[in-house]
């Protein structure tokens, strides 16, 4: 008589757990950026020309598609799919390694009585190399959007930046806004989604769930708008140079252009790609990453 042998499923550790939080964060990110796409089309003419997108988000919508039909509002999916799938990876496994290693630093007991420091911290860490990884796909993104006759596409796109620009003023004069709009915004969204998880489990609610992310959307802004504008086209002297240039012709106002696409867009990134993230971890096993809320 066969004898029935029953398999317990092993969880995964190191490398094998860490690629598992990397594939999931790369396909929440990548999907989620990719589908808004059209509103980042929009945020970004709106940034870049002020005096044809006027009238909103959705009179620019509608600007778009008569003057240069619906396929316009996919100018620059691909390195937008491709970079955001890359930044995903870097972001979300990197915060879950680097949480793990500030909670073994200070020991766990400091750990819960510090988590939104730790929280704050290991997802800042991991955006900053996130961000690295990210500026040449989202230089050429913004140049794929604010001149359609740059190139076709993702690949030859690239290829000219890096031809006549180089890698450091093509790729990466964006580097300073980039930074400053994705650290306070990633850095909210873990923090905020983390101690709105640990309300939940206490049953205590949670309707401010993205305001944080929201307020860190409005903050970044100023950021957001001086990276579309120096990746742009090239220009002359030094990047801190070219930067504070822009900021001073732009003034406050000008500065926070393009604000109600951003917040909609932060809204809708935020939500589905912590629901995105949390069900394919399940879905690949990975659910042992180390938590540290206060029971």
Same mark, same amino acid.
């Given at each position: 008589? $066969?004898?029935?042998? %029953? ?5 995964? +550790? ?31 003419? #709106? %940034? ?11 009179? /620019?919508? @509608? *600007? ?21 799938? #890359? ?25 819960? +009585? ?44 690239? /290829? ?5 620009? @180089? ?31 640990? $309300? ?8 401010? +769930? ?7 959307? #409005?903050? /970044? ?8 504008? !120096?990746? +742009?086209? /090239?220009?002359? @002297? ?34 589905? %790609?912590?629901? !995105?993230?949390?069900?394919?971890? *399940?879905?690949? @096993? ?10």
């Amino acid at each position: 008589m $066969a004898s029935l042998t %029953q398999t317990t499923a092993v969880e995964p +550790k190191g490398v094998a757990l860490y690629a598992r939080f990397a594939l999931a964060g790369a396909i929440g990110c990548g999907v989620t950026h990719g589908a808004l796409t059209p509103v980042d089309v929009v945020k970004t003419r #709106i %940034q870049l020309d002020n005096k044809t997108y006027n009238k909103g988000m959705i009179n /620019s919508f @509608g *600007k778009i598609i008569r003057n240069e039909g619906a396929g316009a509002l996919l100018t620059g999916f691909g390195p937008t799919f491709i970079g955001y799938s #890359i930044q995903g990876a870097f972001k979300f496994a990197g915060y879950e390694f680097w949480k793990k290693t500030l909670i073994d630093y200070v020991g766990q007991e400091n750990a819960v +009585k510090n988590r939104t420091a730790i929280y704050l911290v290991g997802s800042g860490i991991a955006e900053f190399f996130a961000s690295v990884a990210l500026c040449p796909l989202e230089a050429t993104r913004i140049r794929l959007v604010s001149q359609p006759t740059f190139a076709t596409g993702l690949v030859s796109g690239f /290829s000219r930046i890096l031809k006549e620009d @180089g890698v450091m003023r093509g790729f990466y004069s964006g580097f300073g806004p980039i930074i400053f709009k994705q650290l306070p915004y990633t850095m909210a969204k873990f923090a905020v989604q983390e101690r709105a998880a640990e $309300a939940i489990l206490k049953r205590v609610g949670d309707p401010d +769930k993205l305001l944080g992310c929201v307020v860190a959307a #409005i903050v /970044s802004q100023p950021a957001d708008t001086l990276l579309s504008k !120096i990746n +742009k086209a /090239s220009g002359t @002297g030094s990047i801190f140079t070219r930067l504070a240039g822009l900021a001073g012709e732009l003034g406050v106002r000008g500065l926070f252009l393009g604000l109600g696409p951003r917040v909609v867009m932060v809204g809708t990134l935020t939500a589905f %790609q912590f629901a !995105i993230y949390g069900d394919l971890k *399940k879905a690949f @096993g990975a659910t042992n990453s180390v938590e540290i809320r206060k029971s």
